[in-house]
C-alpha cells in the first residue's frame, strides 16, 4: 500500500506535518476508488433519492424505506431497509471465501441500521460458460453464498446469472440484502454526543483481509489469485450468526446510540465514518481491540477486514450490559474509546499513530475530472437463420436456461417468509408485521448494457419493474451496484456514465427512488475491460403475499402486452444486444425503451392481482420465445401463433418478433381478455399471440414452419447448466 504523492501533499498541506505510516494508510484506503467513489460521485447526482417512503436515503450502510400502510394511503412505521454490494476481486483471487464474505458484509451492513435480514438476493456475472476457469469460478461463488447464506439463516429469494466473454479474467459478485425494522428500532451510523463509548463487538481482529479497500481500487493483474490473496477476507458464518442474534437483543433493548459495519479500511474506516458523519471525533486505544494474532501492529490493528465485527457507540451507563449480552453468545467485546468533539485520534502502547480530522479523512478526497466518449451504435447486420435450430440454441444457452443448479443449493425458505421462491420472475416474502408482501428483483444485463449503455440500463430499470409488477407489486425503492472497467480510459468511463445516466433516467421516468448502492470500478484485467454493469435491486409490495404463477394454464387466452412491433407495422423488431445475435452472430441497433414506462407498470402490477388472471410472466433475456418455453409446465401447455398484423411477412421480421428484446413487454394469460385490453387502453398495445392447452408442451406456429416441444423436451433444452456441473 502506498499513497500517491498528489494525495500525500494535500494530506500533509492539511496536517501541517508528514504523515505516519499509519495515517498515510488509512488515506491511502479511504481515499480509494472503493470507499471515495472519486471518479463516480461526479455523476451520482444523476439519481433522485427522495420520496415519501424514504426514511433513509444514500450515505449511510443501508436505505431504509416505509412500506404502505394496507388500510390507509399512506405508509406505516414498518420499514425495510435495502443494501447491496461488490465483492468483485475477492470473488476472483478466491471464489468461495471472495463471495461469502460479500454476503457476510450486506447482511451486517443490515444489521447496523436495526434490521433483521429476511432476504438475500445475488447477482453474478462470469466469463464464457464454456471456459473451464469460468467454471471453477462460478461453481466456487455460488458454494460460497450458499454455504453464508444458509448457515446464518438468511434466504435467497432473488437473483440473476449472465455469462459474457468479457468477464473472463474479472467477474462479478453483487450481493444485495432487504432488512426488516421499524420506527422505534432503527439506528444509523450516526455518532450522537461525546463521551459515549466505543465498543468492538464480533470475532477477534487478525491480518487477514489487510488493504482490501485498495485492492478493490485497482486492476486485476496477471498473478492476482496468488499475489492479492491476503486482501480477500475469510468468513466465519456461525460467529455471524451470533453476531445477529447479539445485535438483535442490543437493539430490542436499546443499548446502541449507533452503528457501523466494519467493511472496507476495517476499524479505521467504520470508526471514523461513524464519528464524522456526527461531526465529531474520536479517541481510539488500539491496544485494547481483541486480537486474534500476536504482535500485531497499529496499523494492522487499523486496517485489517476480518470478517464479523461491529462497532458500536454506547452510552457509558450501557457499557457493562452489552458486555454481557456479548457474554451470553460467546461474541468478542472490547471498549476501544470513545467520541469526542476533536479530532479522530488514535493510540496504541501511548504512541499517537493517528492525528486527523474526521471530516477530512472521510470526505477530503479531491474528486477525478476524467474524458469520456460516447459509444457507437452498430449498423443493422442480420444473419440468416433455420429457426428451430435457432430457437433450441437460444433457449439452451446459459444465459437464457434454468438457474434451478443455482438456487437449489440455497435455503430459500429459511424464516418461513417466502411466498415465491427463486426461478420466477421476482421473489416475494411476507412482512406479516405490515400486512404486505414485498417482492425483490436483481440484475443486469450485460448483453444490452454492451450493445448500448444507456438504452442497455433504461431497459435494465424497466426490466426489474416488470419482473415486480409480474407478482402484482408496485414498485417502491431501488438500490444499484455500479460496476465498470478503468475509469481512466475514455471509452469505459462513456460507457460507465451512459449506464448512469439511463438508471437514473427511467428510475425517475417510474418514479422509483434510488436510495443506495455501490461503485466497482478497475473491473478491468489482461484480458480487458467488463461490460459496463449496472445491477439493481428493486423492491416493490403487494397488498398480500400470494402473486400469479408464471406457469400456463390450461384456460384462457394468451396476450402480449406492450409489444411495439407488433402494434405498429412501421416499427422495425431490433435485435441488437439480444442473445439471438450473440448466438448466430451479426449486430442491429438496441430496441427502443417505451416512453409510458411508468404506466405501463402500475397497469400490470394491477391487472396480475386480478382473479381472471391465470399466469403473467415478464418477456426479457431471449424474447417471446424463451418467455412461452418457460410457461410451459407439467399441467399445461401453449398454443402460440404468429399473429398476422403488424406487418411480419418477412421471415426475418417473424425472427426478429421471436427473439428480440425489447424491455416492458409481458405475457398475461387471462379468462378476460377484453378486461385487460380495457386497461391497458391508450396505455400500452394488446395483441393476442396464443392460448393455454391442456397438453403439457409448446406448440408454435409461423408462416414457413411449425415447432413443437413437449415440456420433457423443453426441460432438456434447459438443463445445460445442471447437465454441464452436476
Not at 320 to 329: D, K, N, P, Q, Y
Not at 569 to 576: K, Q, V, Y
Amino acid at each position: 500500500m502506498s499513497l500517491a504523492d498528489s494525495d500525500r501533499e494535500l494530506v500533509e498541506e492539511e496536517l501541517g506535518r508528514e504523515a505516519t505510516p499509519a495515517e498515510a494508510a488509512l488515506f491511502e484506503n479511504l481515499w480509494s476508488e472503493h470507499c471515495a467513489y472519486r471518479s463516480s460521485r461526479p455523476l451520482l447526482s444523476a439519481f433522485d433519492s427522495e420520496g415519501e417512503q424514504v426514511v433513509v436515503g444514500p450515505g449511510d450502510d443501508a436505505a431504509v424505506v416505509a412500506l404502505p400502510n394496507p388500510d390507509t394511503e399512506g405508509y406505516s412505521d414498518t420499514y425495510v431497509t435495502l443494501g447491496i454490494e461488490s465483492h468483485n476481486h475477492p470473488s476472483y483471487v478466491d471464489p468461495f471465501d471472495g463471495a461469502a464474505t460479500g454476503v457476510g458484509g450486506i447482511v451486517r451492513d443490515t444489521m447496523s441500521m436495526g434490521a433483521y435480514p429476511i432476504a438475500l438476493a445475488d447477482s453474478l456475472y462470469f466469463g464464457a460458460f464454456d471456459r473451464e476457469h469460468s467454471k471453477y469460478l462460478f461453481e466456487g461463488v455460488v458454494e460460497g453464498i450458499s454455504h453464508y447464506g444458509n448457515c446464518i439463516g438468511v434466504p435467497t429469494v432473488a437473483g440473476s446469472v449472465d455469462f459474457h466473454a468479457d468477464y473472463e479474467g474479472n467477474p462479478l459478485v453483487n450481493v444485495a440484502c432487504v432488512g426488516l425494522t421499524d420506527e422505534d428500532r432503527m439506528i444509523t451510523a450516526v455518532a450522537q454526543e461525546p463521551g459515549n463509548k466505543l465498543v468492538l463487538v464480533g470475532n477477534a481482529t487478525g491480518r487477514d483481509g489487510l488493504g482490501g479497500a485498495s485492492f478493490a481500487s485497482e486492476d486485476l493483474s496477471e498473478d492476482a489469485e496468488t499475489e492479492d490473496r491476503p486482501a480477500v477476507q475469510v468468513g466465519d458464518p456461525y460467529a455471524e450468526k451470533l453476531l445477529i442474534e447479539t445485535n438483535e437483543v442490543l437493539v430490542e433493548e436499546n443499548l446502541v446510540e449507533s452503528a457501523r459495519d466494519l467493511g472496507a479500511a476495517g476499524l479505521g474506516g467504520a470508526s471514523s465514518e461513524l464519528v464524522a458523519k456526527g461531526g465529531l471525533g474520536a479517541d481510539l486505544r488500539l491496544e485494547d481491540v481483541h486480537q486474534r494474532e500476536p504482535n500485531m501492529n497499529a496499523l494492522e490493528i487499523l486496517l485489517a477486514e476480518s470478517q464479523e465485527r461491529m462497532c458500536y457507540e454506547v452510552a457509558p451507563e450501557n457499557v457493562e450490559r452489552v458486555r454481557e449480552v456479548c457474554e451470553r453468545f460467546d461474541v468478542g467485546c472490547s471498549v476501544i474509546g470513545e467520541v469526542t468533539d476533536g479530532n479522530y485520534v488514535a493510540t496504541f502502547e501511548g504512541e499517537t499513530v493517528v492525528d486527523v480530522d474526521a471530516h477530512f479523512l472521510g470526505e477530503g478526497a479531491p474528486m477525478n475530472d476524467l474524458d469520456w466518449e460516447e459509444p457507437t451504435e452498430p449498423e443493422r447486420d442480420l444473419p440468416t437463420v433455420d429457426l428451430p435450430e435457432a430457437f433450441e440454441a437460444v433457449v439452451s444457452s446459459p444465459n437464457t436456461a434454468s438457474k434451478r443448479w443455482v438456487y437449489r443449493q440455497y435455503d430459500h425458505e429459511v424464516g418461513v417468509r417466502t411466498s415465491v421462491r427463486p426461478g420466477d420472475d421476482a421473489g416475494v416474502v411476507a412482512v406479516r408485521e405490515a400486512g404486505v408482501g414485498v417482492a425483490i428483483s436483481s440484475g443486469a444485463a450485460p448483453n444490452w448494457t454492451s450493445a448500448a449503455p444507456y438504452e442497455g440500463a433504461r431497459a435494465v430499470a424497466l426490466e426489474n419493474a416488470t419482473n415486480l409488477a409480474a407478482k402484482g407489486a408496485t414498485p417502491l425503492a431501488a438500490v444499484d451496484c455500479l460496476n465498470g472497467g478503468n475509469p481512466e480510459k475514455p471509452d469505459v468511463y462513456g460507457g460507465f456514465k451512459g449506464i448512469v445516466d439511463g438508471l437514473a433516467d427511467m428510475c425517475s421516468d417510474l418514479d422509483v427512488p434510488v436510495v443506495g448502492g455501490n461503485v466497482s470500478l478497475y473491473n478491468d484485467s489482461p484480458s480487458g475491460p467488463i461490460p459496463p454493469t449496472p445491477t439493481l435491486a428493486m423492491v416493490g409490495s403487494t397488498p398480500d403475499y400470494d402473486a400469479p404463477s408464471m406457469a400456463a394454464s390450461a384456460e384462457g387466452e394468451l396476450l402480449l402486452v406492450g409489444d411495439r412491433v407488433l402494434a405498429d407495422p412501421d416499427t422495425e423488431a431490433r435485435l441488437g444486444g439480444s442473445e439471438y445475435l450473440r448466438q448466430q452472430g451479426g449486430s442491429d441497433r438496441f430496441p427502443s425503451v417505451p416512453e409510458d414506462a411508468s404506466a405501463f407498470v402500475q397497469l400490470l402490477a394491477a391487472v396480475a392481482r386480478e382473479d381472471h388472471v391465470e399466469a403473467t410472466h415478464d418477456v426479457s433475456d431471449g424474447g417471446l420465445a424463451v418467455a412461452l418455453a418457460e410457461m410451459v409446465g407439467e399441467d399445461a401447455g401453449i398454443s402460440a401463433q404468429v399473429p398476422e398484423q403488424g406487418g411480419l411477412s418477412e421471415v426475418g421480421e417473424q425472427v426478429g418478433w421471436l427473439f428480440n428484446e425489447a424491455s416492458g413487454r409481458a405475457l398475461v394469460q387471462t379468462t378476460d381478455p377484453e378486461r385487460v385490453r380495457e386497461a391497458f387502453s391508450g396505455v400500452a398495445p394488446v395483441v393476442r399471440v396464443g392460448e393455454g392447452q391442456r397438453d403439457p408442451q409448446l406448440d408454435l406456429s409461423v408462416s414457413w414452419t411449425d415447432l413443437s416441444y413437449d415440456v420433457d423436451d423443453i426441460a432438456a433444452l434447459r438443463a445445460t447448466i445442471e447437465n454441464e456441473l452436476d
